[in-house]
């Protein structure tokens, strides 16, 4: 097998790659603009980064703006969450959303 040949293929595979990585953002994109009707809400997917429909500790910083690792109802607030998700997301009713209860709404 030529140099050349080595070259051709990989270069098919990195175009493959990006194919793929550009139809998955395309997907992605309809679906947040594609309005309520789906299951999850706008801030959901705001916040669901990589897509994947579950929250992980990491996406859920971006709501925790003062770091103790809970959802209060006013970060929820500041996030644009409306007041009838976060009751429904803090099932335990402790006025808290914990990653656990999060975890319940996106799986
Ligand atoms: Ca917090
Ligand atoms: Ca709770």
């Known amino acids: 097998m030529g140099r050349d040949e080595t070259m051709k293929i990989s270069k098919v595979l990195i175009i493959g790659v990006v194919l793929a990585i550009v139809a998955y953002f395309v997907m992605n994109g309809m679906k947040s603009s594609s309005g309520p009707d789906g ?36 970060e929820a607030k500041a996030y644009g969450i409306p007041e009838g998700h976060f009751n429904k997301l803090d099932v335990n009713g402790d006025g808290y959303i914990t990653q656990e209860e999060m975890k319940t709404y996106g799986g």
Do not use: M, Q, R, V
Request: hydrophobic share 30%; charged share 35%; no cysteine.
């Open 39 to 74: 299951a999850k809400h706008g801030w959901f997917s705001k916040l669901d980064a990589n897509g994947d429909g579950k929250l992980s500790p990491d996406e859920l910083k971006a709501i925790d703006t003062n770091g103790d690792g809970k959802i209060s109802a006013d």
